[in-house]
């Protein structure tokens, strides 16, 4: 298990697309959070017309501030350390706050007590980007986006290492949702969708043992990135 204590900068993982994983700690955090302010904008702005405001981003970077000592802050990036997909994943305890609880009124011990098996762990994956521009810009296909979609949720499943009673929960907006249902994902949703970022957004839980017998998962050519 990958330890969340005073977590630096680290190179994990090269990747056949010459693209690679890294860890990003709190000496490029606002790097991290400014890469998925960039895409929130350029794609909710594009798609939903939502105006962001500098003071969004502070408030995410004050977010991620405050969920890093018990997160792992994930980025597909280029040798140059040009990020090209994100996703932080924070490891919940009794007592935290989660983004479930006070953007959609839901009460994760409640949640927790209501699953036959009670989970081992419970994890919380956030801040998931796929900056397109930028992979176009270097030259990647379009369809590239969906394998790095693909692949940071893979990275998830290496990282909390799941047995069979790890959850994952998230906020998945629409679009992010039907793409994980046609890649034969199994999604849950744990409450009513909301309006968020301009966008239609439903809390949903992924158990791990489906991630791991998914078509794509099975399939998937990345080597081992945490031990």
């Not at 927790?112 to 081992?120: A, F």
């Amino acid at each position: 298990m990958l330890s969340l204590n005073n977590i630096t900068s680290s190179k994990l993982s090269a990747r056949p697309d010459g693209l690679r994983l890294s860890l990003i700690g709190a000496d490029r955090q606002a790097e991290f959070t400014s890469s998925v302010y960039s895409v929130y904008s350029e794609v909710f702005g594009a798609r939903h017309g939502w105006e962001s405001k500098k003071e969004d981003y502070e408030e995410m970077l004050r977010d991620d501030r405050n969920f890093s000592p018990d997160s792992a802050f994930l980025a597909i990036e280029t040798i140059e350390e040009e990020i090209m997909a994100t996703v932080r994943l924070t490891r919940w305890k009794p007592g935290m706050t989660l983004p479930i609880e006070y953007e959609f009124g839901e009460n994760v011990q409640d949640l927790v007590n209501s699953l036959s098996p009670t989970p081992s762990e419970v994890w919380h994956a956030g801040r998931l980007s796929i900056d397109k521009q930028k992979l176009s810009a270097r030259g990647f296909p379009k369809s590239h986006s969906y394998r790095l979609l693909r692949d940071i949720t893979a990275y998830c499943v290496q990282l909390v290492q799941p047995d069979q009673t790890v959850i994952l929960i998230s906020e998945a907006d629409e679009l992010a949702a039907k793409i994980y249902r046609k890649m034969g994902v199994r999604l849950e949703a744990i409450a009513d969708s909301v309006d968020y970022l301009g966008s239609t957004t439903v809390p949903v839980l992924m158990r791990t043992e489906d991630l791991k017998q998914s078509n794509w998962m099975n399939q998937n050519d990345l080597q081992p990135a945490f031990s």
